[in-house]
């Protein structure tokens, strides 16, 4: 199985950089994955990470760590479109199951 | 163009009369997900699909079922709601091989009366 944490609430000033813990325990490791999400809307695909190290994409910094089963979201130059949910997901190695952490909600103020 | 589609995107049903949701995708995904996402909370695994290969998760109760007849399509059918089973009900899909994303319809909003 995959337990996964994430901190349950972050806030933050516009302009500011958000910086968002992931950690996870799984059987098998294929990959972690970061996701937005606004209220009443489906997930949407941040960033993808199977390899140690940083890869960046704009805005939105994500870091893998394997071996401390250790994850982070960075979110610089905030917005206020950036306030959502941002969930951290594991995928399994044998059979694809992909599980989700509760996910931490980022609001960003002016 | 959507590439996962939900029908609908909102859905009544009576308590205890069964209801069905549907996801078809356009991307020739092995792998199809169903989750179940209450308010405020992540998104929860119900089962998936590696081709036709069934993966049901443990605590996933018998009141729920799935059918994936071929590729682009698959279902989830609640045999009796409940009004605990309100929620938005999310279809994923991806590609069978590492460094895939999975990619989401826009969901399925359930309310039971």
């Known amino acids: 199985g995959q337990n996964i944490d994430q901190p349950t609430e972050m806030t933050a000033t516009e302009g500011a950089i958000v910086q968002i813990n992931c950690t996870y325990q799984?059987?098998?490791?294929?990959?972690l994955f970061w996701y937005q999400q606004h209220a009443g809307e489906a997930p949407t695909f941040l960033s993808y990470?199977?390899?140690?190290g940083l890869e960046e994409k704009g805005r939105f910094s994500s870091f893998l760590s394997r071996s401390k089963g250790y994850s982070y979201l960075l979110l610089k130059e905030l917005q206020m479109k950036d306030s959502a949910s941002y969930l951290c997901a594991v995928r399994d190695q044998s059979d694809y199951k992909l599980s989700f952490g509760a996910g931490t909600t980022v609001t960003v103020r002016a | 163009d959507a590439m996962v589609i939900q029908n609908p995107r909102y859905q009544v049903t009576q308590f205890g009369k069964p209801v069905t949701l549907s996801c078809s995708q356009t991307?020739?995904?092995?792998?199809m997900y169903w989750y179940q996402q209450k308010s405020s909370q992540a998104p929860k695994l119900l089962f998936h699909y590696y081709d036709k290969d069934f993966n049901n998760e443990a605590d996933t109760p018998d009141n729920f079922q799935s059918r994936r007849p071929n590729t682009s399509f698959c279902f989830l059918d609640i045999r009796s709601p409940g009004l605990g089973d309100a929620a938005m009900y999310l279809c994923a899909t991806s590609v069978g091989v590492p460094s895939t994303e999975a990619f989401f319809g826009q969901g399925t909003r359930l309310t039971v009366v």
């Open positions: 799984t059987s098998g490791f294929n990959g």
């Open positions: 990470n199977v390899l140690d």
């Open positions: 991307l020739n995904h092995n792998v």
